[in-house]
């Protein structure tokens, strides 16, 4: 039997909570989508200097997303972000 544990939107892999920060990122979000302002949430997977960047990333929806990502990449997806009409109201990950 497997036990599968609700992280900080139904991320099953996620086992620790630290201080519920998990909770606290969760309500966070949903207090974004609902107070009236154009948003887009980005969930980078782990943040890693040593992973090799400018990697073409690869984007899901869902809280399916496991992997490492350069904080480079993440920098040049958050300034895309700001151009990118069709990013908002939407929550995306990515690799």
């Known amino acids: 039997k497997k036990l599968a544990l609700e992280g ?6 996620v086992r620790l909570n630290p201080f519920g920060i998990l909770d606290v990122k969760r309500e966070s979000e949903e207090t974004l989508r609902t107070c009236g302002v154009d948003y887009t949430i980005f969930r980078p997977c782990g943040l ?7 990697q073409r990333p690869i984007f899901s929806q869902g809280d399916i997303a496991v992997g490492r990502i350069n904080r480079k990449d993440v920098a040049q997806i958050l300034v895309s972000i700001l151009s990118a009409p069709d990013a908002t109201g939407k929550t995306f990950e990515a690799i």
């Open 48 to 54: 890693n200097d040593s992973w090799p960047s400018n």
């Open 8 to 13: 900080c939107a139904g991320i099953p892999i």
